[in-house]
């Protein structure tokens, strides 16, 4: 092994210990998700089931946006919001005084407007305004709950938390066609009401949540005009099936769109069963899908080939999430509700198995075989 490959070796093994709460905040999230279906579940323990939601978007998935932009900007202190995030993940399951995770989450996200702030420095822009206002969400969550407001309440937060996250992102490369600046203003419109919408959501929640559902609406558009996606579908391999995620995740937000214009605020039942998963399972977790092949390699420096196995998880989640929502959650059927929220959890699972094994196999082809010294020839 070459110097350069020991030390990339070497520093991938280091953001893997960060990347480890994330892990085993996603596989608590998903016990908590069984408890929830009423299934049965490896782990029963009684905090899972109240702690699930921020559980799997701060521990989980904020982690990783957190590790992830870290890494982008290489500096040690920033390391401190992922392993802030992936510290009260864990205390989120452990016995210790919930106020003790909830106190860590709210640093980490803390650090994670400050990276925001430092990147702004180095080099201004639209996509990089848009991930700071979800920083600003993603705190703003934190905080809120640490002050005791109900995660049914929180939800516009956290879903814009990530939503601004990831919108950011797609800017980014959807920059790469020179977009007009008019675009890019209606763009930083729909940023600025879907977190004007989210913050009046608490002082006024029915006026609030028809403007955030409206936001909400407008940003999906904007995304299925502008987004390379659409000519990637016509593409083969990689770039075809991050396409196909990309538009399934879309659909999904505009789902959740349509339901919180419709029924405005939303905290119990099955609508909110429905607007919860539409934006964190067939939004969030299909981008995650769409992106790990690229970005799991450049922070924890492993390959991650692509290969055609992973669209099975992929039609798995969204064949399992009609079934869990438009049938189960939109028609009240039960039976259809637990039996798409069980595949949900399945397809989850096999995408981070398959991912997994597909970085270790490819690992282990690339890496070439010692040879022998001269002396044992």
Known sequence: MT?????????????????????LALLAGLDAALLLLGLPAPVRADRLPQVHGVLMVLGFVGTLVALERAVALGRGWGYLSPGFLGAGGLLLISPADLRVGQSLLVLGTAVLLALYFRFWRRQPGPALLAQAAGAVAGL?????????????????WLAAFLVLTIAGERLELARVAVLAPRTEQTFLACVAAVLTGTVATLLWPAPGTLLLAAALLALVAWLITYDVARRMLRARGLPRFSAA?????YAWLGLAGALWLIEGPITEGSRYDAVVHCVFLGFVISMIMAHAPVILPAVLRRPLPYRPVFAVPAWLLHLSLALRILVGDLRDSTSAWRVGGSLNIVA??????????LSVTAGAVRRPRPQPSETTR
């Open 3 to 23: 110097p350069a490959a020991d030390a990339a070796r070497r520093t991938g093994a280091r953001r893997a210990v960060l990347l480890l709460p994330a892990g």
């Open 140 to 156: 703003g969550a934190a905080l809120l709950w640490l002050g005791g407001l109900d995660v049914p309440r929180l939800l516009p």
């Open 245 to 249: 995620c990309l538009l399934a995740g």
């Open 348 to 357: 989850v699972l096999l995408f981070v198995v398959t991912a997994a094994t």
